[in-house]
């Protein structure tokens, strides 16, 4: 019997690097795991919509396991993503990436990569995620930027594109005002696209590289895959 289907659902971009990333992420999962069938979908911006996907598959008879390509669970996962498995029985969502300890090992390289000391207590760190209105996505942005934390010597803090509070800016300003000698912005983003662009006007003295490419967030991946299955 076929495995089902991974539905690798993202926001979705209009940034050509961010598209390329996302999609060498579904490849990447198939490498890890010779035969699975993967094919992406979207909750915004481009097409395939999730729902198409899904209902697609659905008529075909092919079971689905649809995975959040997001690193936190706000109203994309539990409304877009959660109601377009709703009405087909053989479909099921996985939840998000994030929190997960290995992203914040990704986060740390990617910080480390940017020239920032993780045993300095004056550099201090701003954990930058897209944001969400979702509670829920705030508290798996903060547990990330406690697991990130573990590692660092300096404060880690959290900001945000939009929605939630605070915005980017005004935690990096935060940041210097509580004493650090440097503040580095944390890319929570999975690839580049408009809100990692905006991060470079936060007032930071230097902004990480976001996750993407990384063989780490293809096992995530894969785990949440089984871990709906089981």
């Known amino acids: 019997m076929k495995a089902p289907v991974l539905v690798a659902c993202a926001h979705g971009t209009r940034n050509p690097a961010g598209r390329r990333l996302v999609a060498e992420l579904a490849l990447a999962a198939r490498a890890l795991r010779p035969g699975l069938v993967t094919t992406a979908a979207f909750v915004d911006v481009q097409p395939p919509t999730v729902v198409d996907v899904v209902a697609g598959l659905a ?88 697991l990130l934390q573990r590692s660092w010597a300096g404060p880690v803090t959290t900001g945000y594109g939009s929605a939630a509070q605070p915005p980017v800016a005004d935690a990096v300003a935060a940041a210097r005002r509580a004493g650090a000698d440097r503040v580095v912005v944390a890319s929570y983003l999975l690839a580049p696209g408009h809100f990692h662009g905006k991060l470079a006007e936060a007032g930071a003295d230097v902004v990480t590289a976001p996750l993407l490419p990384d063989e780490r967030v293809a096992a995530v991946l894969l785990d949440r895959y089984d871990a709906a299955l089981g």
């Open 59 to 146: 008529a075909e008879g092919r079971p689905a396991v649809v995975v959040p390509l997001l690193l936190s669970g706000g109203y994309h996962v539990h409304v877009d993503i959660a109601g377009a498995v709703a009405a087909h029985d053989s479909a099921v969502a996985a939840r998000p990436l994030g929190p997960d300890p290995r992203l914040a090992g990704v986060l740390s390289d990617r910080l480390v990569e940017a020239g920032a000391d993780h045993r300095d207590p004056l550099t201090a760190v701003v954990l930058a995620a897209a944001g969400s209105s979702d509670p829920r996505s705030v508290a798996d942005v903060e547990d990330t930027a406690d």
